[in-house]
């Protein structure tokens, strides 16, 4: 009796172990399309962009303009950041920018813009302490369209406190 209790527990352990994993890829495949959209176009990225100077456009093969602009321009860690987004030649349903720490995982960053009319989107994001003195991010603006998600990326670097770029 003793051992067929064991068993039976073990079978119970098994089966609550295989419906978890199940629930966990159908969560998986279900957000997998979200979290990582499939970009329709991509602009290039333009290496010039110095986002405290101002305003940065990424131009889209095809036609159509993504300006992106972040403030403070000091851009700081753990502070709320305006993030301003226009387009130009472009349609867009919704606008979102995700953040992305080149060379370090920094995990999912990705803030929601509300729409002001004319192209014109704004919003509020955070970018998380890094152990780095300085680290290297990725904006990514994702435009959904009718056509598809297009994205244009921006690049730019943090500092800590207390810490300085170098000139360009």
């Known amino acids: 009796m003793v051992r067929s209790d064991r068993v039976l527990w073990l079978l119970v352990g098994l089966l609550v172990g295989l419906l978890f994993l199940t629930v966990i890829a159908v969560?998986?495949?279900?957000?997998?399309?979200?979290?990582?959209?499939?970009?329709?176009?991509?602009a290039p990225l333009d290496s010039e962009c110095d986002l405290r100077a101002g305003p940065c456009v990424g131009?889209?093969?095809?036609?159509?303009?993504?300006?992106?602009?972040?403030?403070?321009?000091?851009?700081?860690?753990?502070v709320p950041l305006r993030l301003g987004v226009e387009l130009k030649g472009l349609f867009a349903?919704?606008?979102?920018?995700?953040?992305?720490?080149?060379?370090?995982?920094?995990?999912?960053?990705?803030?929601?813009?509300?729409?002001?009319?004319?192209?014109?989107f704004s919003g509020k994001g955070v970018l998380p302490v890094c152990i780095r003195s300085a680290m290297e991010w990725e904006a990514r603006v994702m435009v959904h369209t009718?056509?598809?998600?297009?994205?244009?990326?921006?690049?730019?670097?943090?500092?800590?406190?207390?810490?300085?770029?170098?000139?360009?």
């Open 146 to 168: 009718d056509k598809g998600v297009m994205a244009a990326p921006f690049r730019f670097i943090t500092v800590k406190q207390g810490v300085t770029l170098p000139e360009r």
């Open 93 to 120: 349903h919704n606008v979102e920018v995700d953040f992305i720490g080149i060379g370090m995982q920094m995990g999912f960053n990705r803030s929601q813009l509300r729409a002001e009319g004319s192209g014109r």
């Open 27 to 42: 969560v998986i495949y279900k957000l997998w399309p979200q979290l990582n959209p499939e970009l329709v176009v991509v």
């Open 59 to 78: 131009l889209l093969p095809g036609g159509g303009e993504i300006s992106f602009s972040i403030e403070p321009k000091e851009i700081p860690l753990v």
